[in-house]
């Protein structure tokens, strides 16, 4: 039956008829696989920018409390190299400012406890004009680094997972981000690094937290520089117990200092009533709302 069938050339209609099938096919799934094949390699490739910075910090993190590297942050440390640290400081001026705004920067992005000897530190060593720009800067920077590495990995799809209500208490923030990060950064009561990764799961935007984190913390921050610029007397006369114990060849010896000298009741209240002033806008612009509601409410 395939002879009476032949065309010009001796090419069946069959054969024909198949081939001329077969080819676009073929060409079809070979696109389907190279696209399919593409979209998994572009979507490993946003995974991995996603979640590598937050990966990163948490090795880092790990890294820092496995090796005990964060205990280097105490008065014991200082004490014992503040020779040698106002010896640099003299010699390498920019240097040193650089050098501890870097370590600030770790010690923020990290979570690691201590920033806030570190901002009394800064006072010590620099004065309370470099010193507090000096951390002012540096808690800014550390802050939103976390905030970024936060939202780019989180951001609001965890909180929109949450229900209904954390949408709504997320929105409520959104809607007044400025005035509420102002208030948690002004009263020292909040975790720091809590307040760095709420507003990212919330969706505020960067400029906003940039700008309520640098403004919020200049008051804690330069009285603690401030108050840390006065404690030379007070540190000289650990420094001369702290040394003597040492040389009488004992392996218990401790800086005593205790950090309500610092952290006064005074201060905390200071910084509170401050925070409660940043929340005024916020609480006028609530019952301006509830007075509209209630006189358009009869019209209605």
Same mark, same amino acid.
């Given at each position: ?5 032949? #065309? ?8 024909? @008829? =198949? ?22 390699? @572009?979507? #490993? ?41 106002? &010896? *640099? ?8 400012? &650089? ?15 201590? @920033? ?33 590495? &936060? ?5 609001? @799809? ?10 709504? $208490? &997320?929105?409520? !923030? ?17 975790? %720091? %690094?809590?307040?760095? $990764? ?23 921050? !330069?009285? %603690?520089? *401030? ?10 006369? /650990? ?14 010896? /401790?800086? /005593? ?13 200071? #910084? ?6 940043? #929340?005024?806008? =916020? ?18």
């Amino acid at each position: 039956m395939t002879v009476t069938a032949l #065309l010009p050339g001796g090419v069946s209609c069959i054969a024909l @008829s =198949v081939n001329t099938k077969k080819r676009p096919e073929t060409k079809t799934m070979t696109v389907h696989q190279s696209s399919a094949n593409t979209d998994d390699g @572009s979507t #490993l490739r946003v995974r991995l920018r996603r979640y590598a910075p937050i990966a990163v910090i948490v090795l880092a993190m790990v890294a820092v409390f496995a090796t005990g590297a964060h205990r280097h942050i105490s008065l014991e440390t200082l004490v014992r190299h503040r020779m040698a640290i106002d &010896a *640099f400081i003299a010699a390498h001026g920019v240097v040193a400012v &650089a050098a501890y705004m870097a370590i600030y920067i770790a010690v923020v992005a990290l979570s690691i406890p201590g @920033s806030l000897f570190l901002s009394i530190s800064g006072g010590i060593l620099f004065g309370v004009a470099v010193g507090g720009i000096a951390t002012m800067i540096s808690a800014t920077i550390g802050a939103t680094i976390i905030f970024t590495v &936060a939202r780019s990995a989180c951001g609001e @799809s965890l909180v929109r997972r949450a229900g209904p209500l954390a949408c709504k $208490l &997320a929105d409520g !923030f959104k809607a007044d981000a400025f005035n509420y990060l102002l208030f948690l950064r002004l009263v020292p009561a909040f975790p %720091f %690094f809590l307040v760095n $990764l709420v507003p990212a799961l919330a969706g505020v935007r960067l400029p906003t937290f940039v700008a309520a984190t640098a403004i919020g913390i200049i008051p804690a921050t !330069f009285a %603690f520089t *401030f108050l840390g610029s006065g404690l030379d007397s007070v540190i000289a006369t /650990q420094e001369g117990v702290y040394r003597a114990c040492l040389a009488a060849g004992r392996t218990n010896c /401790q800086i /005593q200092f205790d950090i309500g000298m610092i952290a006064t009741p005074r201060l905390l209240a200071s #910084l509170a009533t401050l925070g409660v002033i940043a #929340l005024i806008p =916020v609480i006028v612009k609530r019952l301006r709302a509830r007075t509209t509601d209630s006189r358009a409410a009869p019209l209605s």
